[in-house]
Nanobody
Framework: EVQLVESGGGLVQPGGSLRLSCAASGFTFGSFEMSWVRQAPGKGPEWVSGINSGGGSTYYADSVKGRFTISRDNAKNTLYLQMNSLKAEDTAVYYC????????????WGQGTQVTVSS
């Protein structure tokens, strides 16, 4: 059974930091490109960041560039998102998603973890 399980969300003050994790199982994690996608209340999904299967290439939305860092540990089948200098507009449910390398459709999604940035 394929599973993507996010953790690490919570309530943080503006300017604070959180580290999200996504534990993968049931598929060959190291062969998949991974992304973080978020959805704020009343808004559509927003792609946040992506990383290639080997971890050597990373990509960011302009809204998070310089503040967020995506990484992965293929030995642990885990994806991470380090989020610094958080803003109220980063409040959303964050999902990790997996797609085979060099494809455009995400095969697997996690259940999401809530991040709330508020004073």
């Amino acid at each position: 059974e394929v599973q993507l399980v996010e953790s690490g969300g919570g309530l943080v003050q503006p300017g604070g930091s959180l580290r999200l994790s996504c534990a993968a199982s049931g598929f060959t994690f190291g062969s998949f490109e991974m992304s973080w996608v978020r959805q704020a209340p009343g808004k559509g999904p927003e792609w946040v960041s992506g990383i290639n299967s080997g971890g050597g290439s990373t990509y960011y939305a302009d809204s998070v560039k310089g503040r967020f860092t995506i990484s992965r540990d293929n030995a642990k089948n885990t994806l991470y998102l380090q989020m610094n200098s958080l803003k109220a507009e980063d409040t959303a449910v964050y999902y990790c998603a997996a797609r085979p390398a060099r494809t455009t459709i995400y095969d697997y999604w996690g259940q999401g973890t809530q991040v709330t940035v508020s004073s």
